[in-house]
């Protein structure tokens, strides 16, 4: 069965920090571009942070970059999304998601590329 498997989030005070990690099952997570999206209370789902597949180039949106690092263990067929100087904007339940396209191995954030999304885990920064 192919699937996500968001874990990791949780409730943690401005500054600090989580690791949230997704793990794939069914397929080899290390084929494919692998997307971090997160959509907060009363708004539409964005895009987070990408991670191509061939040589792990990544791309991050704005308003993560110097925060926020993606990376993969590919023994272990997860992905992470290390969160640090979190903010309180930064609540929302965050979901990973597959580029099935392999080629150009160039990833975006444009949700409209990616599939089988997981069941999301929730992250609240808050005092």
């Known amino acids: 069965q192919l699937q996500f498997v968001e874990s990791g989030g949780g409730l943690v005070q401005p500054g600090g920090s989580l690791r949230l990690s997704c793990a794939a099952s069914?397929?080899?997570?290390?084929?494919?571009?692998i997307g971090w999206f997160r959509q907060a209370p009363g708004k539409e789902r964005e895009g987070v942070s990408c991670?191509?597949?061939?040589?792990?180039?990544?791309h991050y949106a704005d308003s993560v970059k110097g925060r926020f690092t993606i990376s993969r263990d590919n023994a272990k067929n997860t992905v992470y999304l290390q969160m640090s100087s979190l903010k309180p904007e930064d609540t929302a339940v965050y979901y990973c998601?597959?580029?099935?396209?392999?080629?150009?191995?160039?990833?975006?954030?444009?949700?409209?590329?990616?599939?089988?999304w997981g069941q999301g885990t929730e992250v609240t920064v808050s005092s």
């Open positions: 998601a597959v580029d099935w396209l392999r080629y150009p191995d160039v990833c975006t954030i444009a949700e409209t590329r990616y599939h089988l």
């Open positions: 991670i191509s597949s061939s040589d792990d180039r990544t």
């Open positions: 069914g397929f080899r997570l290390d084929y494919y571009k």
